[in-house]
C-alpha cells in the first residue's frame, strides 16, 4: 500500500470559516508533510512532522494549524485564511533515514477561499 | 532565490523518441534528488530518485543522470508514450537538524504526440 489519503478533495470555505484539511498513511512512514501549489507554481513545503513531532515550520502564518494526532494522521487547521491562500494543499509521507528520502503525495485538497 | 532550476517549462516530444528533462540546482548542499510526474488536480507521483554518490540510475523507460561538477541532473524517457505526457518536477532533498525537505524545481510540461 503506497497510498497516501486525503480527505476532502474540494473544499470552499468563507473567510471567517473553520476548516480541517485530513491526511491518512498506512505505510509505517514517520515523516510527514504538508505542500502547498498554486497554479503553475512548484509545490512549497509548509510544514515537516518527524515521529509525530513538529520539525520544520516554513515560516508559515498562524492561520494554518498543524496537527498530528498519530503515525499515521496528519491534520492542517484553517482559520481566517485568506482569497489568496487559494490553492491546491498536497499532504506527503516518507520513511525516515539517508536512503529513503522519496516523499509519496495524496491527491490533494483543491481549496476556495471566498 | 531559486535553488532548483528547471530552465525548459515545455517540451515536445514525437511518440517512440527520446525524452531529455533537465535540471540544475545551485546548493551543493543537496545530496539526493528525485523525480516527480504530476497530472492537473492530482499530487505528484514519485518516478525516480538518485543519490549524490551516484552519476545514474536506472528504472525501466526512465534513467536519472547526475554531475555533481556542473550541479545538474537530467531525466531520460525512452521510448516516450502518449502516456508520458505531464508536468514533471525535480526536487532535491536537504538533510537538516530537525528533518528532509524536498525543494521543487518550477516544473517542464512534455508533450508526447502519437
Known amino acids: 500500500d503506497t497510498e497516501v489519503t486525503q480527505t476532502p478533495k474540494h473544499l470552499v470555505m468563507g473567510m471567517t470559516n473553520k476548516k480541517s484539511l485530513k491526511c491518512e498513511q498506512h505505510m509505517g512512514h514517520r515523516a510527514m508533510y504538508w505542500y502547498k501549489q498554486k497554479a503553475k507554481k512548484p509545490p512549497e513545503l509548509m510544514f515537516v512532522y518527524s515521529y509525530e513531532k513538529l520539525s520544520i515550520n516554513e515560516s508559515v502564518p498562524s492561520r494554518f494549524s498543524p496537527e498530528c494526532p498519530n503515525s499515521s494522521l496528519l491534520n492542517l487547521h484553517l482559520h481566517a485564511l485568506q482569497p489568496e491562500d487559494s490553492a491546491l494543499y498536497l499532504c506527503?509521507?516518507?520513511?525516515?533515514?539517508?536512503?529513503?528520502?522519496?516523499?509519496?503525495f495524496g491527491q490533494g485538497t483543491r481549496l476556495t477561499v471566498v | 532565490d531559486q535553488q532548483v532550476k528547471q530552465n525548459s517549462p515545455s517540451l515536445s516530444v514525437q511518440e517512440g523518441r527520446i525524452s531529455i528533462l533537465n535540471c540544475d540546482y545551485t546548493n551543493s548542499m543537496f545530496d539526493y534528488f528525485l523525480w516527480y510526474k504530476k497530472y492537473p488536480a492530482e499530487g505528484p507521483t514519485f518516478l525516480i530518485s538518485i543519490s549524490s554518490i551516484k552519476d545514474k540510475n536506472e528504472d525501466g523507460r526512465f534513467t536519472v543522470f547526475l554531475n555533481k561538477s556542473a550541479k545538474h541532473l537530467s531525466l531520460h524517457i525512452v521510448p516516450s508514450q502518449p502516456g508520458d505526457s505531464a508536468v514533471y518536477f525535480c526536487a532535491a532533498s536537504l538533510m537538516r537538524q530537525a528533518g528532509t525537505a524536498l525543494i521543487f524545481g518550477k516544473g517542464t510540461t512534455l508533450s508526447v504526440s502519437s
Open positions: 506527503a509521507s516518507s520513511l525516515q533515514g539517508w536512503t529513503a528520502r522519496e516523499a509519496f
